[in-house]
């Protein structure tokens, strides 16, 4: 199961500079280790010491908020695309 | 004068302190960034005496306010009227109830004075010559009046389809006007692009942290206008949800001073039914504040993706108070309210606030005995469309007394009927 995740700028220094990279995984818990395993450091930037995505980091598969899904247990399937999105604090009042 | 007390920038998530630089996210973990202070250094030298000896204006509170020096802009903004409403309370059935009437701030009538005033200070310090902003109406005519005030260049971004007084009341300080094709998430998605890209002082992006604490101003103020006490409760609007943060932490600093009492206030938010994620959020008992597209007449809330959300959400529940929304039809209806019993003419946005205290009041969350204070935060000149039709027309007469005369006993015999 070959997913494609699209990387946001601040964690590309990870990555090599690559804004996209494809990773063997069947859910997206699996997608994070895996991705850690060739990009050492990048679980921390996106869990907590709990293991839980971070408040500010948001994970979409095909265009869904992963925590509208089912969190890391969300199932990913063969071409799913994968977006990881910090949240930037903006708005008023 | 006394020094700042201001001790760093610290993540709301992670904890990572940063020094004071015009920077609101985490570069750790993505968390949004709070100007944290050193309290104990002001110990003894901040008292009620102290402040109630400064000129009436927000900056009476200044320790408190993230700025090194003097404010160089917006010196006079704030204090505003704390009205005790008491045909409201006859109306309402409760015995104590306060409004805070923001709706004539100095100069743009609306809190956002309070949040600029800062975020310009804030910016001229850090050298910016061009300010800029985000906004959903009331935030672009206060960057632009105290820009203008301040000799500082500005550029501000709103949705295209907001209400005629808040454009006019933005371009006739010869801002940078931009008008963008989609709802204020649209443009606060742009913003954070253009952040990235122009060297401005974006005050809701890249000095965010020490615009929202300008939020605290209103806060203080109430408490000191009640002779130095909190509120037992007090509703307040949310669209961000960032000034139920702020409220909440206001009254938390003076508890912590020794200026009030703690008397365990309990903060309730409002929204529009037609964008309404926090409140959705707490309603069913979640921390998960799912975005929604707004749809309402109170544009000045619309924001469906809420920035402080969650802590929005967090404070709410913590301080055991509740959140609840109201139609367009229950805002129109608090508005006009508020204006007939009080004389307030607020906006979409306070006819919300009101709508959901009244609410809150019915429902017995909000008991009917103790204090209440209503947050007010903006002038409803500014947003005559939403009540356009809804209000009486003149009657339209000759200039001649017969004419009036047959109007008067007309009434007359109505009343009498």
Redesign the interface.
Known sequence: MSVTVRIPT?LRKLTDGADEVSVEAASVGEMIDNLDNAHSGLRE?LC?EAGEI????NIYVNDEDV??LQGKDTPLADGDQVSIV???????? | MSKSIVRALKCRECGQEYEIAPVHVCEFCFGPLEVVYDYEKLEGAFDRKLIESRPQTMWRYRELLPIDGEPTVGAQNGFTPLVRAVNLEQALGVSELYVKNDSVCHPTLSFKDRVVSVALSKAVEFGYQTVACASTGNLAGSVAANAAAAGLSSYVFIPHDLEQGKVLGAAVYGTDIIGIKGNYDDVNRLCSEIAGKYDWAFVNVNVRPFYAEGSKSYGFEMMEQLGWRAPRYVVVPMASGSLCTKIHKSIKEFVQLGLVEDVQTRVYGAQATGCSPIAASVKQGTDLIRPVKPDTIAKSLAIGNPADGYYANRVLRETEGWAEDVSDDEIVAAMRLLAETEGIFTETAGGVTLGVAKKLIEQGRIPRNESIAVCITGNGLKTQEAIQGKVAEPRIIGPSLDEFDALAEADQARLAA
């Not at chain 1, 971070?54 to 980091?57: G, K, P, Q």
């Not at chain 1, 910090?86 to 009042?93: D, F, Q």
């Open positions: 601040p930037r907590d971070r408040r500010f980091v925590r509208f910090p949240a930037i604090a903006g708005g008023v009042r």
